[in-house]
């Protein structure tokens, strides 16, 4: 009898990010699985059970890779609130099948995360705390502005994952300081220091 080959959990659940960003969430069963890792099916059947239990801790570590993107040391609030934007572009151009799995649903699972660490409900306060100290308007209306900054980008980065837009990473970076900009002088920022924003 040959060898049992001893399969980290931790690796069969990146075998199934990896295979989720290259090939997309459909790809994933238990032989396909079993077969990317390098070892039979009964590492799966010991660390998750079943494979139901094994897509929903897949979920949340697809989670947790994409939080840790999101994380940014920058002490400008409205530049950390850009850098969660360029993330999510990023990811549209470069995991386009892992924004269809986390933030498309594909998956049937709705993250408890929402949108992703940077949104999670104490730092969203605390960055709308800081954008509305940035340019002097209520913390409603900076709520206000992060949400509408929020549907913007997830609208644009899925259109880019899905192929339905198509442009340069660059000026998808553009459109987002630009409806930034175009939204701050809408809540009544004054045009230069809307324009000097993102700079």
Known sequence: MGRSVRIPKEKLLQT??????RDG?????????AKEA??????????????ENFRKELSEFAQNYVNEK???DCSDPLMSFLHTGKVY???AFDEPKLVSFIRLGESGTVFSEGSGFVFDDKRNSALAAAIARKFGISEDTAAE?????M????????????GVLSCERARAYEMLTD???VYLKGLGVPNEIAERAYK
């Open 179 to 181: 409806f930034g900009e």
């Open 70 to 72: 999101m994380r940014t």
């Open 16 to 21: 199934g990010l990896e295979m989720i960003k």
């Open 89 to 91: 572009v990023d990811m």
């Open 151 to 162: 549907v913007y980008t997830h609208g644009l980065t899925t259109l880019i994952s899905t």
């Open 38 to 51: 390098g070892c039979s099916t009964q590492p799966v059947a010991w660390h998750f059970g079943n494979m």
């Open 145 to 149: 502005f992060m949400q509408a900054a």
């Open 25 to 33: 969430y459909s790809s994933i069963n238990i032989t396909s699985l």
